[in-house]
């Protein structure tokens, strides 16, 4: 598809959300601009972007890189400003933050936490980062948070699933604006039990780190919940590439359904052999088999080809949320628009996601007055917001876990372009995916005080 198709076809309408800007609270205890790690002394202040521009997740680190360019410039007052039109925060006006031109330094996490700490420890040291962000696995994040915390720097997660990262692993100086498995598992089982029913038995393959640990355990409990028995759980290594030894013994398991808890290249590559394998063609226990990926973007449906066709899963954000569900997801068009004439075509999931944390780290920045992280922590926790395309949206703070809308998805029977490989099947209600702080799901550990560092 053309860059000017996609321009008509991608953006219908922008609008911005009615009402008064939000008044500038005072924090007496956190207002100065020294005495914490990295305060900027200059007129620029550094942000530090880590994403892995290597290993199986590279393709969703990629767009995320995009957008967080996208941002700073936004922030700086270079292009149309995107969301900052429709961000219910009327704080932010392109002068940077708190008149200070926003620079950026990035690092590549590889997908894997050590060079992920070691990265970002960097940024933070060398290069004076303030704030970092970023990431495609949950191993990474639980890492660099734990990192920020250390250092007194505020971590504003980018694409992590793991429930451990606002659960056990939680830390007070980490937020998450991304969904969880939880919410990706109560959003799919009313789903689920209505395309395929309540007596199913499923077969999980399942990443072996923080997020497909949790995930498994999310999805098992909910489809258990509406009847399904789990017939096997097979952990397999975030390295491999190939699957066939892993997707053989489903066949003779049992199992009338197979969940993959993989994703970015590994579920690429684990959907493809077990199509290859003829696992959409069988029948099993009288019923056709079926694939569920609970987690997927359209990156990684691209990437799939005609194999996501009917697959089902969740997504953060959809980029045809506000066309097709109307004003509630105001944002979205703005994004899609910006990103669009900048890059070409649609933003992903993970793109969506850091774009939101450069501008929610800026905003509670400049409606605390300072760059302290105690201030940014006590202007962030409890913020409720809305206009960055997710529909209203909640900080809740008690764990730094945003509340929002999940949309349930399915790849496209027969797409209409690249751009276009999933519909939306459904999005569910916060009320629906929200659960208490002391979930057995998420205990241990505690989100403690914030730490300002130096």
């Known amino acids: 598809m053309s860059n000017s198709n996609f321009t008509r076809r991608g953006v219908l309408k922008t609008g911005t959300i009615a009402g008064a800007g939000l008044a500038l609270p005072t924090y007496l205890s956190a207002a100065s601009h020294a005495g914490f790690t990295n305060a900027p002394t200059g007129d620029t202040v550094t942000l530090g972007f880590n994403v892995p521009q290597s290993g199986p997740y590279a393709d969703e ?21 995107g969301m900052l039109s429709t961000f219910s925060s009327k704080v932010l006006d392109g002068t940077g933050i708190l008149g200070k031109k926003v620079n950026f330094v990035t690092g590549d996490t590889q997908t894997k936490s050590d060079a992920a700490r070691a990265s ?7 290069d004076g980062a303030i704030m970092i962000s970023g990431g495609s ?7 660099v948070q734990g990192l920020c915390q250390e250092a007194g720097v505020i971590f504003m997660a980018g694409l992590t699933h793991s429930n451990d990262t606002t659960g056990k692993d939680k830390k007070a100086n980490g937020f998450r604006h991304f969904f969880n498995a939880y919410m990706s598992a109560a959003a799919l089982a009313p789903v689920l039990e209505q395309l395929y029913g309540t007596d199913r038995r499923a077969y999980h393959l399942t990443a072996d780190y923080t997020w497909g640990w949790t995930q498994e355990e999310s999805i098992a409990a909910a489809t ?5 028995d789990t017939v096997e759980k097979v952990r397999t290594p975030l390295a491999a590439t190939d699957f066939s030894s892993y997707i053989a013994p489903v066949l003779n398991s049992g199992a009338d359904v197979l969940v993959l808890n993989h994703y970015g290249g ?31 973007s359209e990156l990684m449906a691209k990437g799939a080809g005609k194999n996501i066709a009917g697959i089902v899963g969740s997504q953060n954000w959809d980029w045809k949320l506000e066309n097709e569900k109307g004003d509630r997801y105001t944002g979205t068009n703005a994004f899609v628009k910006s990103f669009g004439e900048k890059y070409g075509f649609p933003p992903s999931q993970a793109a969506q996601t ?8 800026a905003d509670a ?17 409890g913020f409720e917001f809305d206009g960055l395309g997710n529909g209203p949206t909640l900080y809740r703070a008690g764990d730094h876990q945003c509340f929002k809308d999940v949309v349930v998805v399915r790849g496209k029977e027969n797409p209409e372009n ?6 939306i099947v459904e999005v569910t209600p916060t009320e629906q995916v929200t659960y208490p702080v002391d979930h057995p799901m998420f205990s241990g550990g505690a989100l403690g005080s914030c730490n300002p560092g130096a």
């Open 61 to 81: 680190g990629a767009d995320e890189l995009r957008a967080f360019e996208l941002a700073v410039e936004h922030l700086n007052g270079e292009g149309d400003g």
């Open 137 to 143: 696995s949950s191993g990474v994040a639980v890492a």
């Open 120 to 126: 970002a420890k960097s940024m933070i040291e060398k």
């Open 224 to 228: 258990e919940a509406l009847g399904w």
């Open 266 to 296: 590994n579920m690429v590559n684990s959907l493809t052999n077990a199509v290859q394998f003829g696992l959409r063609e069988k029948q099993a226990n009288g019923k056709n088999f079926e694939i569920v990926v609970p987690l997927y």
């Open 365 to 381: 920045v400049t409606r605390a007055g300072s760059f302290n992280p105690c201030a940014v922590v006590e202007a962030l926790e």
């Open 418 to 423: 690249e751009f276009d490989l999933v519909e």
């Open 354 to 361: 850091c774009y939101a944390q450069t501008l929610l780290y």
